[in-house]
Nanobody, 116 residues
Framework: QAQLVEYGGGLVQPGGSLRLSCVASGITFSDYAFMWYRQAPGKQRELVAQITTTGASQIFAGSVKGRFTISRDNAKNTAYLQMDSLTPDDTGVYYC?????????WGQGTQVTVSS
């Protein structure tokens, strides 16, 4: 059974950093592209970043470009989101998403709160 579990959320001050991890099980990790989404209170879920199966290509939302980095370690079945220079606008629940052909899985989400 496929499962994605996110780790690394928490409370951080503006200007700080966090690294989120998404650990996958029950899938052939290297077959899947990975995405990070976030959902702020009262707002729709938005795509933050995505990475291809080999990691050769990444796409970022304009609001996080230059501050966030997405990566993956196929040997560890883990995808990462490094978030630097965080602002209160980055607050929300962050979700990991894996996608391959018609197959798609979501993690349960991890809360990120940026506040002084």
């Amino acid at each position: 059974q496929a499962q994605l579990v996110e780790y690394g959320g928490g409370l951080v001050q503006p200007g700080g950093s966090l690294r989120l991890s998404c650990v996958a099980s029950g899938i052939t990790f290297s077959d899947y592209a990975f995405m990070w989404y976030r959902q702020a209170p009262g707002k729709q879920r938005e795509l933050v970043a995505q990475i291809t199966t080999t990691g050769a290509s990444q796409i970022f939302a304009g609001s996080v470009k230059g501050r966030f980095t997405i990566s993956r370690d196929n040997a560890k079945n883990t995808a990462y989101l490094q978030m630097d220079s965080l602002t209160p606008d980055d607050t929300g629940v962050y979700y990991c998403n894996a996608r391959w052909s018609i197959h798609e899985y979501w993690g349960q989400g991890t809360q990120v709160t940026v506040s002084s």
